[in-house]
């Protein structure tokens, strides 16, 4: 398994940004796939989450603002992120759900910081 997320930088306030996840060595479409983040001093939260179906789901913390979307043909995994603030700086990471609200496949992270 190996993932690769791009597409970080840094963005004023209110920005946006679109996350890139590509991904290689497994059957990319029929697994639940996860962004997550970590801000420095804090622990990995779990952002957004897409089903093989499409269903998705996200934290409180961002809904009405992240769009969780997936290319299955193209087996990438995006994150569309809008109206930006502070509080999103952190490293995103892309993961696979390999079992019930287990993850694997951690690539390196893209930085994302909003000031």
């Known amino acids: 398994v190996q993932l690769v997320e791009s597409g970080g930088g840094l963005v004023q306030p209110g920005g946006s940004l679109r996350l890139s996840c590509e991904a290689s060595?497994?059957?990319?479409?029929?697994?639940?796939m996860g962004w997550f983040r970590q801000a420095p001093g804090k622990e990995r939260e779990g952002v957004a989450a897409?089903?093989?179906?499409?269903?998705?789901s996200y934290a409180d913390s961002v809904k009405g603002r992240f769009t969780i979307s997936r290319d299955n043909a193209e087996n990438t995994l995006y994150l569309q992120l809008n109206s930006l603030n502070p509080e999103d700086t952190a490293m995103y990471y892309c993961?696979?759900?390999?079992?019930?609200?287990?993850?694997?496949?951690w690539g390196q992270g893209t930085q994302v910081t909003v000031s």
């Open positions: 060595g497994y059957t990319y479409g029929s697994v639940c």
């Open positions: 993961a696979r759900e390999y079992a019930t609200a287990q993850f694997d496949g």
């Open positions: 897409i089903d093989s179906d499409g269903s998705t």
